[in-house]
């Protein structure tokens, strides 16, 4: 059994905006105003002013948010694995205790590869990749429906191969191949698509006189590389770009490799002015896509009896620290991300909350507020972590960062010598405790920052905070254990669960168990 109570009648909807920094955010203080329409929305919110991502990038961000555990726990790190099924994910537990599911999705890393996180999902929508489905598709008889599945499947298979082999993932970031399939095969989806079907679903499930209640995930791609914003839209944000900055980004966008690397040569300004202007237009230009899906949970109502949720799984790297993408740091251009609660209730509408948190917290603020207590949860001792419990002084929030190994294959080939010299095969983690944030490298410290007073990292003040970094040092250690243990926890859970009665008293009767 998943759950211990049914649900309320609360609809839920849970907005990922893929790869969107906290700091580029005119919510969150940013100079251009990037997000009117998310601004406006939030005002009526509570506003997570110092959200933390568990990880660096889609997967295993997503799959803390899906379980509400850390990547230590699930173990989906890497693009060709699979969450155990021991962890149910936000859809399977809402769908188990009666909620229609649906899952409108612009990541291909999310719709495509069998990694479970799909699981639980009544109907999924995936507007990336080489073969979309959408709802209220139009049915063309047996025969072309038949080929069209076929297609899918064959689609899918073909994108499973670039995550399980190396070399084809290599072949692909190649800038001869990369202006191709980034455009042909639909790789961000579409903001416009996904955020009219998911109205039209939600319309339909209205009409029907919800016989159940909804969960609706979307996750929008627009903020991913590549840039090609809409010219207005650029031109809107950063006026006057030359000919230059267009052609940098040409080439920028070109050289997938170059998305998730080291930086091999430090951006000039100029380059670095039109990096953000291009990754600042999309983000107006989503937000306006987004306003939209605002319009319409205001109008029909939808917003007094659906809880919204909006955040990133995580941020990106135009240069800080050395990087570009997301791929292999734990710095707050990669793991401090937005983060919006709506709810009927009220909670804390209008107000900004100062405290750290985890984005992991989403998944028991969902089934909180459906009225669910799962399984997972009591085993886990994880009671008290929802959202609306967010604010004590103290509270702690992790991020962990395990390489994958799709871009360490790339960097074997593109620049070996940066794997041993960045240590870029070691775990990076991080703990956020007030105002001050250690970033470790394995088993040792990395940095300590004052994030409050230097927001962009950029002073490492371990040695004049020596005990501070002892005690935090200490902190991510005790995590670590705890992870550790709550995964081999949760697994011992799941085995006995397997057992029958008759096995189960044999055990207790031999000492195995109590």
């Known amino acids: 059994m998943l759950t211990t109570a049914m649900p309320t009648q609360i609809n839920v909807l849970f907005v990922v905006l893929d790869t969107t920094r906290h700091d580029r955010l005119s919510l969150y203080g940013h100079p251009r105003d990037t997000t009117p329409e998310l601004d406006a929305f939030a005002g009526q919110a509570a506003v997570f002013d110092r959200a933390l991502s568990p990880a660096q990038w889609t997967i295993p961000a997503h799959a803390s948010m899906f379980t509400g555990v850390y990547p230590s726990t699930h173990t989906l790190t890497e693009a060709d694995r699979t969450l155990p099924v021991q962890f149910p994910t936000t859809a399977q537990i809402l769908r188990d205790a009666g909620y229609q599911t649906a899952g409108f999705c612009n990541n291909p890393l999310l719709g495509v590869l069998n990694h479970g996180l799909t699981r639980g999902f009544d109907d999924f929508y995936n507007y990336a990749g080489a073969a979309i489905n959408r709802p209220f598709e139009r049915a063309f008889g047996p025969p072309v429906d038949s080929a069209v599945r076929s297609w899918r499947q064959f689609a899918r298979t073909v994108g499973n191969q670039f995550a ?11 800038p001869m191949f990369t202006p191709v399939w980034t455009r042909l095969i639909n790789y961000k989806g579409s903001s416009a698509n996904s955020i009219s079907d998911l109205i039209g679903y939600m319309q339909k499930h209205r009409a029907g006189g919800q016989s159940k209640p909804l969960f609706a995930f979307l996750n929008l791609m627009g903020t991913h590389l590549p840039y090609r914003p809409p010219r207005d839209v650029l031109e809107h944000i950063a006026p006057g770009l030359d000919q230059a900055s267009y052609q940098f980004m040409a080439h920028f966008n070109a050289d997938a490799a170059r998305w998730a690397s080291p930086v091999e040569a430090p951006l000039e300004d100029w380059q670095s002015h039109a990096l953000e202007a291009f990754y600042d237009a999309e983000i107006r230009a989503q937000d306006a896509q987004l306003g939209r899906l605002f319009a319409y949970l205001k109008t029909s109502g939808a917003l007094k009896d659906t809880l919204v949720i909006i955040s990133a799984d995580h941020g990106e790297g135009h240069g800080d620290h050395g990087f570009f993408g997301h791929s292999f740091v734990v710095n707050h251009e990669l793991t401090h991300v937005p983060l919006i609660v709506h709810s009927p209730e009220g909670f804390r509408r209008g107000e900004r909350i100062d405290t750290p948190v985890s984005t992991r917290r989403i998944f028991h603020t969902i089934l909180d507020a459906a009225g669910i207590e799962s399984a997972a949860d009591q085993g886990a001792g994880t009671a008290g972590m929802t959202l609306t419990q967010a604010g004590m002084p103290g509270e702690l929030a992790f991020s962990e960062a395990f390489p994958p190994q799709t871009f360490l294959g790339v960097l074997r ?21 007030g105002s001050l944030k250690l970033t470790t490298l394995g088993e040792v410290p ?26 935090m040092l200490a902190l991510i250690a005790g995590f670590v254990r705890d992870a550790e243990q709550q995964r ?11 057992l029958s009665p008759e096995m189960m008293e044999n055990l207790r009767a031999l000492g195995y168990i109590e």
Do not use: C, K, M
Request: zero cysteines; charged letters at 25%; proline letters at 4%.
């Open 164 to 174: 399980q082999r190396e070399w084809l993932f290599r072949v692909s970031l190649n």
């Open 413 to 433: 080939y593109r620049a070996p010598a940066f794997i041993d010299a960045l240590r870029l095969t070691q775990v990076r983690r991080a703990v956020l405790r």
């Open 446 to 471: 990395e940095a300590l920052y004052d994030v409050e007073n230097d927001p962009a990292e950029a002073q490492d003040i371990q040695q004049q905070h020596p005990a501070a970094t002892a005690e």
């Open 488 to 498: 081999a926890g949760v697994s011992v859970l799941a085995e006995r669960a397997a």
